[in-house]
């Protein structure tokens, strides 16, 4: 049970050469945390994040003391971040037209993204509330570019895996 301890896990060497002196295991890879760079960048996002949260959360509840205009900068506040949510997947666009392949993409996601987005937009209509509704049409707007790469660039079947001969 050694090496299931984290102290083990964490630094063990990486590579082939990894178990090179131990018999037992050989040339195999190592099964450890290999993408210490990529997590560090997640936690650090996240954090940034939270940490915009927790400054919004301060600002509203402490230094807005009015609460028709705390209501107002609250929605204003949110519609921001729902705008950047939905315009976040162009990001991956630029790729999809690069690569012509929409591999990078979710169909099931951007059905989704367009239904959700368009019932929020349609309640938001019928509310008169432009905090739900305006925030919602980027997520319309984008499904639609969306739904149109996977009909421009079809997804094509994984070519790695060839089917057995019988």
């Known amino acids: 049970m ?51 949260l927790l400054l919004g959360y301060g600002y509203f509840g402490l230094l807005v003391p009015d609460p028709e205009a705390r209501l107002q900068q609250l929605g204003l506040f949110c519609s921001v971040f729902t705008i950047s949510m939905y315009l976040s997947p162009l990001a991956d666009l630029a790729k999809v037209i690069q690569t012509k392949s929409t591999q990078c993409l979710s169909f099931s996601l951007t059905i989704a993204t367009l239904l959700t987005s368009a ?16 925030p919602n049409l980027p997520g319309i707007f984008t499904s639609f570019i969306r739904l149109w790469l996977f009909w421009k660039y079809p997804q094509e079947q994984d070519r790695n895996y060839r089917l057995l001969q019988t």
């Open 2 to 52: 050694r090496g299931l301890h984290p102290r083990h896990v964490l630094h063990r060497p990486h590579g082939p050469q990894a178990y090179a002196n131990d018999p037992e295991r050989g040339q195999r890879p190592v099964p450890a945390l290999s993408h210490h760079g990529s997590q560090r960048a997640v936690l650090l996002q996240t954090a940034t994040l939270l940490g915009v």
């Open 119 to 134: 019932s929020w937009s349609l309640y938001g209509f019928r509310l008169r509330d432009p905090y739900i509704m305006v």
